[in-house]
Structure formats: structure tokens, C-alpha cells
């Protein structure tokens, strides 16, 4: 399980890590736009060309399951990064997001399905 850290102690690590190293320089929000589009695009590169078994299976496996897991804190310490130097609350982010897609994306036109609604379908 996740340790009991709050989103304001994750930002804190990581602005101490990239302060003791002098990155602030280098962390213009495209350059951590870049960082966490290059991150993600790691993960998924782990999951091009698999089958829905093939992906359980990586998943299973220890070294894939480490490689899975370092792509998604590498993602997520760009995420926070941006957070925390341009002052971006994302609980309260999330919480305002996961409001509209409750209204855009409601039970009876999204239940069991993945197409993306329209903003014309409201």
C-alpha cells in the first residue's frame, strides 16, 4: 500500500531533491510539459504491440513490474514538480475535474462503455 504521505509532503520531497541539485533553471513548465509527456510515452512504450494477456503477464513479472513502476514515479515526480512550482493545489484540481466528468460522463450515458461524449451529446 501507499505510505501515508500527503500531495504537499510529495511536492516538498521533491523540491528539496531538485533545489539541492539546481534544476529550478531547468524546469520551465514546457520543459516539465516535455518531461512528463516523455515519461508517460516510456510507459506505454512498455505496453506497444501486447495483448491484454501479455500485459497481465508483464505485470506479474518482477523486472517488468519495477520497469512499470519507475516509468509511472517518473511521470508522477514531473507532475509534482509542476505542481509545486507553479502552485497548482492538485487535490483540489482533481477534485474540480472528477466534478465536470461526473456532469459530462453521467451514469446513464457512460455505464459500461469508453467512448469519449461529445459536447454536443449533453
Known amino acids: 500500500m501507499d505510505k501515508n504521505w500527503s500531495i504537499e509532503e510529495l511536492k516538498s520531497k521533491v523540491q528539496?531533491?531538485?533545489e539541492k541539485r539546481d534544476w529550478d533553471q531547468f524546469h520551465?513548465?514546457?520543459e516539465l510539459a516535455i518531461g512528463m509527456s516523455t515519461e508517460a510515452n516510456e510507459l506505454l512504450e512498455i505496453f506497444r504491440f501486447q495483448t491484454d494477456e501479455q500485459m497481465r503477464e508483464l505485470l506479474k513479472q518482477t523486472d517488468s513490474h519495477n520497469h512499470i513502476e519507475q516509468e509511472l514515479a517518473d511521470t508522477f515526480f514531473f507532475i509534482l514538480?509542476?505542481?509545486q512550482l507553479y502552485q497548482i493545489d492538485l487535490t483540489e484540481a482533481l477534485e474540480k475535474k472528477m466534478k465536470k466528468n461526473a456532469e459530462r460522463y453521467?451514469?446513464?450515458k457512460s455505464k459500461g462503455r469508453n467512448q469519449k461524449i461529445s459536447e454536443k451529446t449533453n
Open 81 to 83: 514538480r509542476f505542481a
Open 16 to 18: 528539496s531533491f531538485c
Open 28 to 30: 520551465s513548465p514546457n
Open 106 to 108: 453521467t451514469v446513464e
